[in-house]
C-alpha cells in the first residue's frame, strides 16, 4: 500500500530537515504578517470586536467543534471497519483525540498522524490498511471541501479591484505571496513529486474502491464536520454583526483550507489565520477586524476542542518511537484542518 519507511517518498530529494525549515521559516513568516495586521488593526479595535460576541456564540461554536471532531472519528471508523479492521468507535475517538491533541500541542515531528498510526498498532490493527485508511480519510476530507467550493469560487471571479478595494486586494496577494517565499528552490522538486503523490493516493484507495457504502458513509461524515465548523466560524462573524449567508462562509473556508495545504507552514500557525483573514475580508466585505478575530477565535476553538486527546497521548506516544511510517501525501500540518 502506502506506508513509507524513513524520509517521506513525496519529499523526493528534500531532506527532512529541509522540509522542516521550509515550514519554520513559513511559519516565522506568516506569523510576522499576522504580528502585522494586529498591530495594523489594534488590539483595543480587536478586543472590541471580540467582546461584541455573545458568551452563549463562543459556548455553542466550542460544542459544533467538538462535535466536528467526533464526525472525523467516525469517518476514520468506517473506513477502517469497512476494510475489515475491527477497531472500536470508542477507540477511534480516543485516538483521533489523541492526534488532533499532537498536532496542536506538541512538536511538529510528532504528528497526528504518526500518533494515529501508532494507536493503531499497538492495538495490534494490521499496519498497512490502518496507514492507507489514513490516506483514504484525507482524501474524503479533501474531496468534501472541494465540494463545497463552488459557493465561494464565484465571489472570487466577481471581485472588482476599484479604488476603494485596489490596497486591500493586492495587499493580500503579496502576503499570500510572502507566506509562499520558504518554498524557495525546492518548488519545482515540489510539484515533480506531486504526480508520485497521486499515484501512490490511488494505491491506496484501492481497497476502497468496491466499498462504495462505506466511502459514501465516511463523506456523509465529512460533511457533518463541515458544517460544525462552518457553523461555527459563521456563529464568530453574525455575533461582531457581519452577516456572511454561511453557505458563503463554507465556500470561502473551502479556500483557506486548500491554501494552508501547502507544506509551508507547521501546522498552518500564521498561514490559516493570514489567509482567512484576507479571503473574508476582501470576498465576503467583512471588516478586517472581524476577519481577524474570528480566525483567531477558530483558531483557539480548534485548540481547545482538542484538549480531551491530552488524556490519552501519553500511552500512545510511547508508541511512535520507533516508527517512521508515515502517510503518504499527509503531514501534520493537515491535521487540525479534518
Excluded at 466499498?211 to 459563521?234: D, E, N, R, T
Excluded at 455575533?239 to 473556508?253: A, K, T
Excluded at 477558530?298 to 476542542?305: D, E, H, K, P, S
Amino acid at each position: 500500500m502506502c506506508t513509507l519507511t524513513g524520509k517521506p517518498k513525496f519529499l523526493g530529494k528534500i531532506s527532512a530537515r529541509s522540509a522542516f525549515v521550509i515550514r519554520l521559516g513559513g511559519t516565522l513568516i506568516a506569523g510576522i504578517l499576522l504580528v502585522y495586521l494586529l498591530s495594523q488593526q489594534g488590539w483595543q479595535e480587536i478586543g472590541a470586536a471580540v467582546r461584541q460576541i455573545p458568551v452563549w456564540r463562543f459556548v455553542l461554536a466550542l460544542a459544533l467543534i467538538l462535535i466536528s471532531r467526533l464526525a472525523v472519528s467516525g469517518r476514520w471508523y468506517v473506513l477502517l471497519r469497512s476494510a475489515g479492521v475491527g477497531m472500536s468507535l470508542g477507540q477511534s475517538i480516543r485516538i483521533n483525540f489523541a492526534g488532533l491533541f499532537a498536532s496542536n500541542f506538541l512538536p511538529t515531528t510528532i504528528g497526528g498522524d504518526v500518533i494515529r498510526l501508532a494507536g493503531a498498532v499497538q492495538l495490534n490493527y494490521d499496519t498497512v490498511i490502518s496507514a492507507a485508511s489514513l490516506v483514504v480519510d484525507r482524501l474524503v476530507g479533501m474531496a468534501g471541501m472541494a465540494m463545497i467550493l463552488p459557493f465561494g469560487l464565484p465571489r472570487f471571479l466577481m471581485i472588482e479591484v476599484g479604488e476603494t478595494s485596489f490596497y486591500q486586494f493586492y495587499q493580500a496577494r503579496l502576503i499570500a505571496c510572502a507566506a509562499a517565499l520558504p518554498l524557495g528552490k525546492w518548488w519545482r522538486t515540489i510539484l515533480e513529486r506531486s504526480s508520485k503523490v497521486f499515484r501512490q493516493l490511488i494505491k491506496a484507495i484501492s481497497i476502497w474502491i468496491g466499498q462504495p457504502k462505506a466511502l459514501a458513509i465516511s463523506l456523509l461524515y465529512s460533511w457533518v464536520h463541515m458544517v460544525c465548523i462552518f457553523g461555527a466560524i459563521w456563529l464568530f462573524f453574525g455575533g461582531m454583526g457581519q452577516d456572511i449567508p454561511i453557505l458563503l462562509v463554507g465556500g470561502l473556508y473551502g479556500l483557506v483550507y486548500f491554501v494552508t495545504l501547502l507544506p509551508v507552514s507547521i501546522n498552518g500557525y500564521g498561514l490559516q489565520e493570514v489567509s482567512m483573514t484576507f479571503i473574508f475580508s476582501v470576498m465576503a466585505g467583512a471588516t478586517v477586524q472581524s476577519s481577524l478575530s474570528a480566525a483567531l477565535l477558530f483558531r483557539t476553538a480548534m485548540m481547545l476542542g482538542s484538549l480531551p486527546g491530552a488524556a490519552f497521548v501519553p500511552g500512545l506516544l510511547a508508541g511512535t518511537k520507533g516508527r517512521s511510517e508515515v502517510v503518504a501525501g499527509t503531514n501534520a500540518s493537515a491535521s487540525q484542518r479534518q
